[in-house]
T-cell receptor, first 112, second 111 residues
Framework: EDQVTQSPEALRLQEGESSSLNCSYTVSGLRGLFWYRQDPGKGPEFLFT???AGEEKEKERLKATLTKKESFLHITAPKPEDSATYLCAVRTFNSGNTPLVFGKGTRLSVIA | DGGITQSPKYLFRKEGQNVTLSCEQN?????MYWYRQDPGQGLRLIYYSQIVNDFQKGDIAEGYSVSREKKESFPLTVTSAQKNPTAFYLC??????????FGQGTRLTVV
């Protein structure tokens, strides 16, 4: 069974304090790993897609990386507006057009 | 503007009542999905549809029903058989082998 595990469940950072969120996966053939940001009471907003080990994507203070077993979302010098829940999801060779499998998310709080 | 529209934003259900959540997209996507989100549980799949007039059960389909009569629309009915329906419901669509796009959600509360 495909599984996605995110850690930590919650993370509290001071403004400017860089850190990383982890997404580890156990799947039968990865066809894509997706990062989303979700604000309270809103739908998830797409951030990145990674397809192969070694790939990296960047957007403002966020950088996503991928290995054969896990992905990291690095947050550099975060600001309070980066506070949100970050979700990781995977698509596998089994799935075709079937749904993404999501982790439970990491709730990030950035304190000014 | 292209996107996914969920309505209503808030919905209250009485015990024993069926309610229907609306999801409409104008992105011309073939695949559509319904997820349920509870605190600390992440997104759990209820139903999905890859094409008009076809849909499949997800991991937690009991107590829910769907229809897909038009490409643009994928309504979700929460029936009285769903004993714990209070949750945040998210609809999504996907054009193919890419990321999914989400609506803004419907918060359902049992009163």
């Amino acid at each position: 069974e495909d599984q996605v595990t995110q850690s930590p469940e919650a993370l509290r950072l001071q403004e400017g304090e860089s850190s990383s969120l982890n997404c580890s996966y156990t799947v039968s053939g990865l066809r894509g790993l997706f990062w989303y940001r979700q604000d309270p009471g809103k739908g998830p907003e797409f951030l990145f897609t990674l397809y192969s080990a070694g790939e990296e994507k960047e957007k403002e203070r966020l950088k996503a990386t991928l290995t054969k077993k896990e992905s990291f979302l690095h947050i550099t010098a975060p600001k309070p507006e980066d506070s949100a829940t970050y979700l990781c999801a995977v698509r596998t060779f089994n799935s075709g057009n079937t749904p993404l499998v999501f982790g439970k998310g990491t709730r990030l709080s950035v304190i000014a | 503007d292209g996107g996914i529209t969920q309505s209503p934003k808030y919905l209250f259900r009485k015990e024993g009542q069926n309610v229907t959540l609306s999801c409409e997209q104008n992105l011309n996507h073939d695949a559509m999905y319904w997820y349920r989100q509870d605190p600390g549980q992440g997104l759990r799949l209820i139903y999905y549809s890859q094409i008009v007039n076809d849909f499949q059960k997800g991991d937690i389909a009991e107590g829910y029903s769907v229809s897909r009569e038009k490409k643009e629309s994928f309504p979700l009915t929460v029936t009285s058989a769903q004993k714990n329906p209070t949750a945040f419901y998210l609809c999504a669509s996907r054009p193919g082998n890419t990321e999914a796009f989400f609506g803004q959600g419907t918060r359902l509360t049992v009163v």
